[in-house]
DNA sequence: ATCTATTTGTACGTATGTATT
DNA sequence: AAATACATACGTACAAATAGA
């Protein structure tokens, strides 16, 4: 784990607990302890800190709610290094942006100028199986739907596209934020305005965009993936602009 | 606070503390309490949830980790809710990518798609104030560094001014992405090859690219500051690839 | 399958620290 | 300055879970 940075301003005053869970952060780090090793036990660490047993319990809580480690109890249990999840890094950054109220706009000025990107270096690099996978997915809403919850389903479906390309990501920041947005749009409630029908141009359009892209991928064609996400980025938004979308920023919890 | 989501996996069994503080973030929520609210003392809590004093600080302990909450001690203390800062957001997520080995170019492969929108929505939208400490801030480099520890201080300064940048962002996701790139480059040590000398031609350049980029800014010419604003990310991408950088993950604390 | 040892998890009572009035 | 209200810290006792014999 990483040492604490450099304090800049003269904080007012730590904790225990959060003093003691720096120290063992910093201990694992210098120690070089990588995830899956077991740090010491409670009553180790209660005397190597002279604290008393809730002091480090509070201490342990505080590093499990950041993800860095699990405990487990019984013989040979204790706390252990643990690599911080993607979903639990998505939980912690998401309570960050529910103060914020995000529009679906600044997602999508977003996905607009990396969806892009992440296409276009994904051409050549996808295995067969994947390349199924997405095709699998798109047939998932390959005619329009029928009712509203259909179109509800049909629609996270077709996030979850984005999501596996997310997930192949070389580039791990690029995957990550990706997929976060992702998140976001899938848990967000679509209200679609009563009289204005579902747009089917522009929902054919957008399925079409999933189809040839994953020909551009398979054929390793990186400008022509690009560019087709380029469309189908600025379809979908223009299709949630026409529906009455409302951001409702939850909590999400791993 | 925002709700837990849809728990889809049967989680094995989640501890008391985190059970506890799941409940008092959906006990938030459902109240609508706002950040600075003050959630029910501790006493109060161990009636309600009839748990001991220990668990509930446990649980207040995750709740404050994620940076939720705030705690005071002495008569009208207790726990308030807190909105997550950017400081506390940025630690947490920089925990993730502490076991990612994120590359440089992986930055760079961001920061070249994202700042130049970033530059593009800013025009004709700073104040006369923010614009002039940009403008302080390039002053800080206007001459070539003499020494070694002076190019590293003229690196960081440099890359303040896109930290002011994403401050003003209106998109916050973008902002926040940006700050966070930033602050990951400003921790990396930078060691430059011992017998290749900076490169003044693109050290240059890259100054220039700041005074015309705020020039652009000040005219209102989105177009301009975009399209300079890439050249910029080319030029510092080059740089760095010049110069022998290592990228040192480490944990980042509040 | 049962017991046993180990280690975390929970509970409770008391004492101390800290800020408000 | 003193009393009050609240979190913070400590120590012990006991419960629950798990691995291994």
């Known amino acids: 784990m990483p040492p604490a940075t450099t304090r800049s301003k003269a904080e007012p005053k730590l904790s225990r607990p959060v003093q003691v869970a720096e120290a063992i952060k910093d201990w694992v780090v210098e120690q070089g302890l990588q995830a899956g090793d ?23 809580r505080i590093l499990e709610a950041q993800g860095l480690i699990k405990t487990r109890t019984g013989p040979g249990g204790g706390g252990f290094v643990h690599e911080v999840s993607r979903q639990r890094a998505k939980a912690l950054l998401g309570n960050y942006f529910y103060f914020k109220d995000l529009t679906i706009g600044d997602i999508y000025q977003l996905r607009l100028a990396l ?31 029928a009712t509203l919850d259909e179109e509800r389903q049909q629609h996270v479906a077709s996030l979850r596209f984005h999501a596996v390309l997310a997930e192949q990501a070389k580039n791990p920041m690029l995957g990550f934020i990706i997929d976060f ?48 996400m380029t469309d189908h980025m600025e379809t979908a938004w223009t299709l949630m602009r026409q529906q009455e979308v409302e951001m409702q920023s939850r909590f999400i919890s791993e």
């Open 115 to 145: 969806e892009p990107e992440l296409a276009a270096s994904l051409a050549g690099n996808l295995s067969e199986e994947v390349l199924a996978l997405l095709e699998d997915n798109i047939a998932e809403y390959s005619e329009p739907a």
């Open 181 to 228: 947005m992702v998140n976001l749009l899938s848990d967000l409630t679509v209200y679609r305005r009563l009289y204005s029908p579902p747009n089917l141009e522009l929902w054919k359009q957008g399925r079409d965009h999933q189809q040839r892209l994953v020909q551009a991928l398979r054929n390793s064609d990186g400008d022509l993936a690009r560019s087709i």
């Open 38 to 60: 077991r740090l010491p036990g409670e009553a180790e660490l209660i005397e190597r800190f002279a604290m008393a047993k809730g002091t480090i319990r509070e201490a342990m």
